[in-house]
């Protein structure tokens, strides 16, 4: 039996073939959780929730009344909603003088926009029910300072800063939100950072400078991080 076995997860952000979402949500699979996996791509989507033998949903996180349909959706799909994933996010290496405002507005509905719209509508969900557990995924960056990332490293703070008052507020009521902040983890979303191409990305021999440890993770260590937060007490 699973750490997590028959309880009912979403996993946002699981669209993009090999990435973070996706390794979670199959971690998630594996440790007994129906799964319904979420992002803005249909047909990876309902491919993974096929192997998964779990169900789908369209959902863009900068938009209030997709996060909203995706929480009715998991309590329609699954009868509860006891896990909710969060692994959106954008990572843009930009100097500080050359940041445009487009790429800033991008930033903050993904990265601080959104988060407020997954936590609003995965906790009233979960408050009209048993309670359960939330992750958002952050990032070391909050905490460090690194050259080109500052508007990444803003966001990404704003969000933990949403995830403090969450589980603030409704941590009494059975809901746990919680924020897991990876440093460097080798996913096509972090290629561009890495000093080899994507094709060899699973080799990481050699971590490029912009990590202070000098080494980086693997996206199967982080999804093990995630479901041990996931673990519920509810029933």
Aim: charged residues 20%; glycine residues 10%.
């Amino acid at each position: 039996m699973g750490r997590i076995d028959g309880k009912v997860a979403v996993v946002l952000g699981a669209a993009g073939e090999g990435n973070m979402g996706q390794v979670v949500a199959r971690r998630l699979a594996r440790e007994g959780a129906k799964v319904i996996v979420a992002g803005r791509k249909e047909a990876p989507l309902r491919a993974l929730a096929r192997e998964l033998n779990g169900e789908h949903c369209l959902c863009d996180v900068t938009r209030s009344g997709d996060t909203a349909a995706l929480a009715s959706f998991a309590k329609q799909a699954g009868g509860r909603l006891d896990v909710a994933v969060n692994c959106t996010g954008w990572a843009p290496m930009t100097k500080l003088l050359d940041v445009k405002e487009e790429e800033l507005d991008k930033l903050c509905a993904l990265q601080f926009k959104g988060v407020y719209f997954f936590l609003q509508h995965m906790v009233a969900q979960m408050a009209a029910g048993t309670g359960g557990s939330i992750v958002q995924m952050s990032s070391a960056s909050a905490y460090a300072l690194l050259y080109n990332h500052a508007a990444y490293i803003a966001t990404k703070s704003a969000g933990d800063a949403l995830v403090r008052c969450f589980a603030n507020e409704f941590g009494s009521k059975g809901i746990r939100v919680n924020s897991i902040a990876p440093g460097l983890t080798a996913s096509p979303m972090t290629a561009h950072e890495m000093s080899f191409s994507r094709n060899t990305l699973s080799a990481a021999s050699e971590p490029p400078r912009t990590s202070p440890m000098r080494s980086c993770g693997s996206r199967a260590t982080k999804a093990s991080s995630r479901a041990r937060c996931c673990r519920s007490t509810a029933a």
